[in-house]
């Protein structure tokens, strides 16, 4: 019989931390525009063309960048819960974005996923903390999303064929969409069944994403059905290449293969079973495949340069094996955000299976028959018909309402269905899960304006105050999260208009666009607060963005020397911005006074290291600048493909970058 069980997995970890206190007005990485070879562009599928570059992120709003976390483990337990038949053992992490763990054959003991030994979280999700490893699913824009090390909630419900299904859902808030994630075991299959839908409750279209992304172990051979791939690599730009051998000669169905690290994303035709495998030297391995609405197929590599070793170093322990992701989207590449119109919702199936095909047709040199080896195998497994039927009967119990919660998420959902009476059988968000992060909120929706944020002074935990409980010294209004959507943005319109207020319709109104209006509105705000650095911060923020650099020196300053005394975290967060600032526009004097004013500890992280290096060479002092990259220091929140150690060490120096700094991904 398969069963749903709680278990607790315990690994050597990295705490999360504290998400950053400052609204995330800015993307981590830029937007970033792709570049598509003209001698390309023609043979663009028309729904490729049109969706290209369609709807990119401005802003993580309403989201906070997480990237409170450091370097140093310790062993820690995680809730997880495990399904299981006498064939399969799949390990879920519900705390962690539902990703799956582990992926156990059974029967030859065998684990399918690339599953990491220990949780060390990177600034690879759109809102920083990520981790690598397992099962992974991806909603809302192009990268690993924002509910990467977010929980879901979760619950037990029964599955078509009678058995428990495991059923995971949330509101993601980039793109304001509530999802489910349906995962079950089929009595004695040797399958994951995986049913996934995403709905669009507004009365407006939404640009969405979903990428269902798995790591493997890279000494595999990744088959897909196709001739040829859209390769897209640090340069930003999208190129036509060969399947299996591109330009170079170099087969790039084989990880170990490349040198540099690059997407492949499969041009697979029209009307052709939707499938991926990574298999070993003997044939065997894993296959995902899906109903075909679930329409795109990539590769990801590191590559065997200096950048991509570092990196997989960075993400895991010393001797760990290396991996490559295999993964399915709703579109042809992860540039694509297709529109899911008003009222409207998509779902699909996924199944993810051991698999064995024929040793020397999988790696021999015909790459036809290696493919139609794989895929003769995969239909004796999992005839595709058998799949369309499953999603067909899995679509009839999505709706079926879940059991008592084996995990809880945030209390966005609820807010958002408290606000919109939307109905979402199968997934509810109660009140019950709304908390003190939505409390505000729910005052605005009941009463028409924001509460007082000092006015929770006797309450054990609150807007006023830190999650410890103790009072939040100054600006508890600037710690609530901004519900940015046009009718959160519509309430704060007509809130009464105090400085609390004008701060957040400021938000509201910089994540729609409206970035002048946003700045009125900061400006506004400014005229009459006691707190004057959560709006100083917005509009340093907007001065940047604006192309006014030093007018946004002067007000990260201005608002970092507005907050002193206040918490600590604000403290470092804004240090490190202001910092950095007034460096890049050349007030080195300046720059050290803040940094002298930072506590010492966060001085002696290892971003603050790196700014300390930035600002010696700035006052002239070279050599000692060398000497704090000599003494070693590493940046936890180092964001993928950064060249800004690299680029200051050039500056200090002819010798190679030590390996310690590589992690440039760009090839020659």
């Not at 895991?316 to 694509?336: K, N």
């Amino acid at each position: 019989m398969t069963t749903v069980r709680r278990a607790v997995l315990t690994l050597p970890a990295a705490p999360l931390g504290p998400d950053n206190p400052l609204p995330a007005l800015r993307l981590l990485g830029g937007p970033g525009t792709p570049a598509v070879d003209e001698r390309d562009r023609a043979e663009l599928p028309r729904d490729m063309a049109r969706q290209l570059g369609h709807a990119p992120l401005r802003t993580l709003l309403p989201t906070r960048v997480r990237d409170g976390y450091g370097r140093e483990r310790t062993l820690t337990e995680f809730d997880a819960l495990v399904i299981e038949n006498d064939r399969l053992r799949v390990t879920v992490l519900p705390g962690l974005g539902g990703r799956v763990h582990s992926l156990l054959h059974k029967v030859t003991g065998r684990e399918l996923l690339y599953s990491n030994p220990v949780f060390q979280p990177a600034a690879f999700a759109l809102n920083g903390a990520w981790f690598s490893g397992g099962i992974e699913w991806n909603i809302g824009a192009r990268g690993h999303g924002a509910l990467s090390c977010a929980p879901l909630h979760a619950a037990v419900v029964p599955a078509p064929d009678g058995g428990p299904m495991l059923r995971m859902w949330e509101w993601e808030r980039l793109r304001d969409l509530p999802f489910q994630v349906d995962l079950w075991l089929p009595d004695g299959a040797e399958h994951l069944r995986v049913g996934v839908r995403i709905r669009n409750p507004h009365e407006r279209a939404v640009p969405c994403s979903w990428w269902s992304n798995t790591a493997v172990p890279e000494d595999r051979r990744i088959l897909a059905p196709a001739d040829s791939a859209w390769h897209f690599g640090y340069a930003r730009a999208l190129r036509r290449v060969t399947v299996p051998r591109t330009a170079d000669g170099v087969d790039r169905t084989y990880p170990l293969e490349s040198t540099h690290a690059a997407d492949y994303f499969y041009a697979l035709p029209d009307g052709q079973r939707r499938w991926i495998a990574a298999l070993d030297t003997d044939g065997g391995g894993l296959v995902q495949t899906s109903t075909d609405r679930l329409l795109g197929r990539k590769l990801f590599v590191w590559g065997t340069g200096r950048g991509g070793r570092r990196w997989q170093e960075w993400l895991t322990e010393p001797g760990t094996p290396g991996y490559a992701e295999i993964q399915a989207g709703l579109a042809r590449t992860q540039l694509e955000h297709p529109t899911l119109e008003a009222g409207e919702e998509v779902s699909w199936l996924e199944v993810y299976a051991p698999l064995t095909a024929d040793q020397a047709a999988v790696h021999g040199t015909d790459w036809a028959a290696a493919r139609a080896g794989v895929e003769d195998a995969l239909e004796r497994a999992v005839p595709r018909a058998e799949v369309d039927t499953a999603y067909e009967r899995w679509r009839a119990a999505a709706d079926t309402a879940p059991g008592p919660l084996l995990a809880t998420g945030s209390g966005w959902g609820a807010l958002e269905v408290l606000r919109g009476g939307y109905a979402l059988p199968g997934t509810p968000f109660p009140p019950s899960l709304l908390g003190e992060e939505q409390r505000p909120w729910v005052t605005l929706l009941h009463t028409g304006a924001l509460p007082d944020p000092n006015e929770d002074a006797d309450r054990e935990t609150g807007p006023g105050r830190r999650s410890d409980g103790d009072p939040a010294p100054r600006g508890g209004g600037a710690r609530w999260s901004t519900p940015v959507s046009g009718a959160w943005r519509d309430m704060l319109e007509t809130a009464p208009a105090d400085p609390v207020t004008e701060y957040h319709l400021g938000i509201a109104q910089w994540a729609a666009g409206d970035l002048a209006q946003a700045v009125r509105s900061w400006e506004r705000g400014l005229k009459n607060a006691a707190e004057r650095w959560p709006l100083l911060y917005c509009l340093a923020v907007a001065d940047r963005e604006g192309g006014h650099p030093e007018r946004a020196a002067e007000r990260y300053e201005e608002a970092f020397d507005d907050h002193e005394g206040g918490d600590p975290l604000v403290t470092v967060a804004l240090g490190r911005e202001t910092v950095a600032a007034l460096l890049d526009t050349g007030h080195p004097e300046r720059a050290r006074a803040v940094l002298a004013r930072l506590p010492q500890d966060a001085r002696a992280r290892g971003a603050f290291r790196f700014l300390e290096a930035r600002l010696l060479l700035a006052e002239g002092r070279k050599a000692e600048a060398r000497a704090v990259f000599d003494a070693g220091f590493e940046v936890a929140d180092l964001r993928e493909g950064a060249e800004e150690l690299g680029a200051l060490w050039a500056r200090l120096t002819d010798e190679p970058l030590p390996d310690l700094y590589e992690f440039r991904m760009h090839s020659d």
